[in-house]
């Protein structure tokens, strides 16, 4: 029994060394590689124009609307994706 417990406190502690030496190397891994390759600041697109919807598809979108909604959906603004 005493061999026992004494194996089981051996191996937790063994475990949890490496286990945090394996989270300070990777601390360490981590900090020199931002220096080395530090991230790219991300570019910001602006936003684009609308363009405008030709009449036809908007008379289309309506008639879909007020057809779903029977006539009492209207259709106050519609935008590109």
């Known amino acids: 029994?005493?061999?026992?417990?004494?194996?089981?406190?051996?191996?937790?502690?063994?475990?949890?060394?490496?286990?945090?030496?394996?989270?300070?190397?990777?601390?360490?891994?981590?900090?020199?590689?931002?220096?080395?390759?530090?991230a790219e600041a991300e570019k910001v697109k602006a936003p684009a124009a609308p363009r405008p919807i030709s009449p036809e598809v908007m008379e289309v979108i309506s008639l879909t609307v007020s057809k779903i909604t029977g006539g009492k959906g209207k259709v106050a603004q519609v935008t590109e994706a």
């Open 1 to 38: 029994m005493n061999t026992g417990i004494t194996l089981m406190i051996v191996g937790m502690t063994t475990v949890f060394a490496v286990l945090l030496i394996i989270i300070c190397l990777s601390n360490v891994l981590i900090s020199i590689v931002n220096r080395i390759a530090p």
